[in-house]
């Protein structure tokens, strides 16, 4: 049974039927993403439709687009959207696992085309060094402000310093805080500098959001960003899995098209073989149920939501970071960030921590009520409190 340890051996008979049974029991015991009280990812629970396409399109093999048609057409189809959405309507794309193999991908692509290093704030997601571990490729570590965006001069004194041949991965929506880092700033200080921007969280939010507050520019308009990658399954509100990795340049797109003789003529994408189209198929269906008006409005509510907690966590003396997007990370002046982590699990909150600041780290999804916020920080509040009580009694 999972979460023993014993030697388990092939079993000699099925239990046919008795299966179905054990894993509904199983999968009670553990939470779901976007159950209430996960606060702690950049998920949610997936749309009705989303799940749909996910289960009607599982069995169909993307990277076969000779009897699977429709699937490569669906491929096509959202990434024409969310080309049009990112300031790029001819960008190409592939299909990804998520944010990891688009970063691994994008990473790949550039190394292809001769560039052997790569500049990454020390806030990039932990998937860009193992990225460049598995390629090989040197990583510089540019500074970061105290929300953990990109210093541009540091980038910029980078790329003078070095005489590799660099890159510049940055991020829309960090781990950790969730700003976005100035991307412009970046371009204008190093123009002649390809940037791959890792908008796995950013990428479908704030496009939506920008109507109301103002955010640091990151997509296609820039005119050295030469990809970007966003999730479904983060923010798309798809199943996992499911990561599309935008190209704006032809020759970076090409990199990662292979050929496939045995198969037929057809050209196989990205980097795996046999990849399942439900990834496209529930972003898709997501797009095209909620459109832009539909997407405005769940992140609209989101952001109203964080504003809230961000006020009432100032109220109750915490010290959270003012929410870009919907992430805060929870401080207090007076408390370890590990300890109030580990009592807010213990009574079954789903949280993370963001360790770079010291905090606790909480993402406001769209299944994340005010309700939800107002119990978590009751919970958090009480903790403090019994935190401080038990240190004075000790001294
Ligand atoms: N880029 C950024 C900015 C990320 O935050 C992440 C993951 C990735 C790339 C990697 O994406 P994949 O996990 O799709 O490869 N951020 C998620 C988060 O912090 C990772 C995660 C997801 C953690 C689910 C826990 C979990 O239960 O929410």
Redesign the pocket.
Known sequence: MPGHIEVCKFPEKGLRDKVFDLLNELSGREPE?GDQRSL????SAPLPVSLKAHMVFLRRNLNDPHWFRVSADLLHETVAMLGDLLGNPEAQGVSTY????S?LTALYALREAGYESVIVPRSA?T?VFKACRVLRMRIFVADVDEELRVVPESVRAIVRETKDNSAILL?A???ETGVIDDVRAVHDLVPDTPILV?A??GGLIAPFIRGTRKLPDFDFRIDSVVALSL?G?KTGLTPIPS?ILLFGMEDLYNNVVFESEYMGSEKQLSLLWTRTAASVASLWASIKYLGREGFEKIYGECMRIADYAYERLLSEGFSPTRPELPLICIRHHELSGIELLWRLRKIGWYVYSCPSLGGVKI?IMPHVTKEIIDAFIDDLVRIAKDIRSSTTLNN
């Open positions: 993403l702690g990812p950049m998920m998520g944010g990891s193999e970063n997601h998937s991020t929506g960090n781990t890792d796995a969280f999730d399954h990561g993402t």
